[in-house]
């Protein structure tokens, strides 16, 4: 195999193109002036907003074929723990990142409130503290897509993705679940399961809510299928001779996957909310071919010089993702009144940008570009020091 290094900084690249786009669409200025491409779809259909979640999936398959490679694809006691303490502090970093939102807004409300009141309201939180998320399913694809690498032979890793992924699209065929209700299976199972004060309220084309996790328990189902065939990607990057072989390889892969998530899309629409078959095979299609045309621009024509302010958010996702996470919470409820500024640290820097640019998706969007530069900021601090977190 040649060339590992510089192939590991084309995944670097794709993985901080991903965090970095994952931070940008989740904290615009303003909800309601957004461009398009920076929305979700509502139910059906894909925005480039829809690949990033996926992305981040696909790349979670890759860099686990390289990692456990390492370990020769053994299953050991040590691994195995290994595998479900991280699984279990990625779930519950996820928990808490739901409970840091309204926590924030009690602590640093400015309205008077004792701490006494703020005590009781931060108990009443809890019971309806929502259980399912980004990092969860990170937590719960991990585990499983581990589990089944390491104790099944790796020659069936393919036929159990097509299986998983034919199986639940019975599931959403017989089960309702291409409905966006209460009444479908997806809903249903997280409801008996998890009750209703633990799930996200979820928002209908209408402008109604509803109660339906885009993060469900059943489609963790696809999501597993989904890191396999990042998995298998890895396969391609790892056994390939030379550079050349790799990229038609990956291409061919790439092209496949499209071409078989958009046969199907008729009968199973493209949907990020279910995480659907055809969703998966088209994302993890793009993830492929997005893969492959970094590996010709960094590694082949050796073009990098472009790619630093991705490498530095790309050897540090996770950490940075919950810093994000944390900082965006914190400069949307902190008032800094000791300025004399009313409203919030975004509200001010929102009416900043609404005066100066008068387009709210304009002011919208950049405010988006501003907080990721701010994290870039920390992210660089750690890339220049060689401090990589890990989780």
Request: include cysteine.
């Amino acid at each position: 195999m040649s060339n590992t290094s510089q192939r590991l900084v084309s995944l670097d690249v794709l993985r901080g193109i991903t965090i970095s786009g994952m931070i940008l669409v989740n904290n615009p200025g303003n909800w309601g002036a957004i461009y398009t491409p920076f929305e979700h779809a509502p139910w059906t259909g894909m925005t480039p907003t829809d690949l990033i979640f996926p992305f981040f999936i696909f790349i979670m398959g890759v860099s686990m074929y390289l990692s456990l490679s390492k370990q020769e694809f053994k299953f050991t006691p040590a691994l195995a723990k290994k595998i479900v303490v991280r699984s279990i502090m990625l779930f519950a970093i996820g928990v808490i990142l739901n409970f840091l939102g309204p926590f924030f807004k009690i602590i640093f409300d400015n309205s008077g409130l004792q701490w006494s009141e703020k005590i009781n309201r931060i108990s009443d939180i809890l019971p309806h503290i929502r259980i399912l998320g980004v990092f969860q399913r990170f937590a719960v694809v991990y585990l499983i897509g581990s589990l089944i690498i390491l104790s099944i032979p790796r020659i069936y890793i393919g036929a159990i993705s097509i299986g998983i992924l034919v199986f639940y699209s019975f599931l959403l065929l017989f089960g309702n679940g291409f409905e966006f209700s209460t009444d479908n299976i997806i809903a249903v199972f997280d409801k008996a399961i998890l009750t209703e004060p633990h799930m996200y309220k979820d928002w209908l084309p209408s402008g109604d809510r509803i109660i339906f996790d885009p993060e469900g328990l059943l489609s963790n189902l696809p999501a597993v299928a989904h890191v396999l065939i990042g998995f298998f990607v890895g396969s391609i990057i790892k056994k390939a001779k030379n550079l050349d072989q790799m990229m038609v390889k990956l291409s061919i892969t790439g092209i496949i996957l499209l071409f078989s998530g958009f046969l199907f899309v008729e009968l199973i629409p493209l949907s990020k909310k279910i995480w659907s078959p055809t969703f998966v095979l088209v994302s993890a299609g793009f993830a492929t071919l997005a893969l492959t045309l970094l590996i010709w621009i960094i590694d082949d024509k050796q073009k990098q010089k472009w790619s630093k302010f991705f490498v530095t958010f790309g050897v540090n996702p996770l950490a940075i993702y919950i810093f994000a996470t944390i900082f965006a919470a914190l400069i949307e409820t902190i008032h800094p009144s000791v300025f004399g500024l009313t409203g919030t640290i975004k509200d001010n820097v929102v009416y900043l940008f609404d005066h100066i640019f008068i387009i709210p998706k304009i002011s919208s969007l950049l405010f988006a570009i501003f907080f990721v530069v701010l994290n870039w900021t920390v992210c660089n601090w750690l890339y220049k020091r060689g401090i990589i977190l890990k989780l």
